[in-house]
């Protein structure tokens, strides 16, 4: 079970609006063909492997976290604070998040009741999730890759992910990313249409702002993450060296408006859990937390459990953070986010009942600003 825990923040960083030459309008750059191949198979098997997404444990003090070790050097970014953290969650709550929940259910409802990779919703899923960036004024493309269905004797099954950049600088690249196939089992509108939405409405937020980032950002929406983590490992596989040294951090959204859910950070330093994120993963912790300590909400920390698609990225020596609010473990009488103890954080967690009545509206809204702002931090910010 996921239990409540009191986290110490470090002091604030300064708080400034966004000054106009912030808000003038970039234009979207195109993903250069370099280090973001329109084909190929995955190189190797995700470590990841199965794909539940525990929303935590009991919180631990035992041992020293262990850290990945970089693969190589990954610049690291001091996160900039250029908006207030209540200035984003009030423009989030007038966003249309469950816009895209309704849009990708009617996906699921017009294809056999799911949006699994290799299928006809998932290839749907894809196209309005493409319209949506392209409104925006972005160029998204799309990353091929295979993948063998229930392990190596199965049916090879065709997949891809979607990329869109912002313009800034390539050499601190900010991923940010959450998985588009649902289980076929159902449409998956918490699991994981929730990340899509927020990542969606934190991309043409940013557009709409007219904020020019210092770094890229690309957002990410990921194939195959139901089946094994193929999509995002397969994206990881195929940077090179120099690549991965020039992505700054993955922020990941997966499941972000669970019914009866928690708001929860991944713990970046695994000072609770034990695992700890590269270097850098700390600082992500840190920012998501201020987010929501400035909007007076509580929160706490989730491990690195291997069931996402951050976990390519920490393989690698990247720094990784994200969102969660939890599956089938059972929310706990300590917990102060209301809802039921006792009960199950998302009770249609990998069910067919996982569809537009399932999600919390109101957590989707407070999880996506947080994602806005963890994004613009990292956009914005200075190496050092």
Request: glycine share 14%; aromatic share 6%; charged share 20%.
């Amino acid at each position: 079970m996921i239990t409540l825990r009191k986290h110490v923040l470090p002091p604030l960083l300064a708080l400034v609006l966004l000054s106009t030459s912030a808000c003038t309008s970039g234009v979207a750059a195109g993903i250069p063909s370099a280090g973001i191949p329109s084909g190929g198979t995955p190189s190797g098997t995700p470590s990841g492997g199965a794909t539940s997404k525990s929303g935590g444990g009991t919180s631990q003090s035992a041992a020293p976290a262990e850290s990945a070790s970089p693969s190589a050097a990954v610049p690291q970014l001091t996160p900039a604070s250029t908006v207030d953290a209540r200035t984003v969650l009030a423009a989030f709550k007038s966003r249309d998040m469950v816009g895209h929940l309704q849009a990708l259910q009617r996906v699921a409802d017009a294809n056999g009741g799911n949006r699994a990779s290799g299928t006809p919703g998932y290839e749907e899923s894809a196209r309005y999730v493409e319209e949506q960036l392209r409104a925006a004024g972005y160029a998204p493309v799309r990353q091929s890759f295979t993948f063998k269905e229930d392990g190596r004797r199965g049916k090879t099954v065709e997949s891809f992910n979607i990329l869109a950049d912002t313009g800034g600088n390539a050499g601190h690249t900010v991923v940010v990313g959450a998985h588009l196939d649902s289980v076929r089992e159902g449409p998956g509108i918490d699991d994981n249409g929730s990340g899509v939405a927020a990542v969606l409405e934190t991309a043409r937020w940013m557009k709409e702002a007219g904020i020019t980032p210092v770094n890229r950002v690309r957002f990410a929406f990921w194939g195959g993450e139901e089946d094994g983590l193929y999509g995002s490992q397969h994206y990881v596989d195929e940077l090179s060296a120099a690549e991965i040294g020039q992505t700054a951090a993955n922020l990941n959204v997966d499941m972000v408006a669970s019914p009866n859910g928690v708001r929860s950070v991944h713990d970046g330093d695994g000072t609770d859990f034990g695992h700890a994120g590269p270097a850098g993963s700390k600082a992500i912790e840190d920012v998501f937390f201020r987010y929501f300590q400035e909007n007076a909400l509580p929160a706490e920390t989730t491990p690195f459990d291997g069931g996402s698609d951050y976990d390519a990225f920490l393989s690698a020596g990247i720094p990784g953070g994200g969102l969660f609010t939890g599956d089938e473990k059972r929310k706990t009488q300590a917990q102060t986010y209301g809802g039921e103890a006792g009960k199950d954080l998302d009770p249609c967690y990998h069910e067919a009942c996982d569809t537009i009545a399932n999600p919390n509206p109101e957590l989707l809204t407070e999880m996506s600003g947080a994602l806005a702002y963890g994004t613009l931090a990292y956009a914005m910010a200075k190496t050092g």
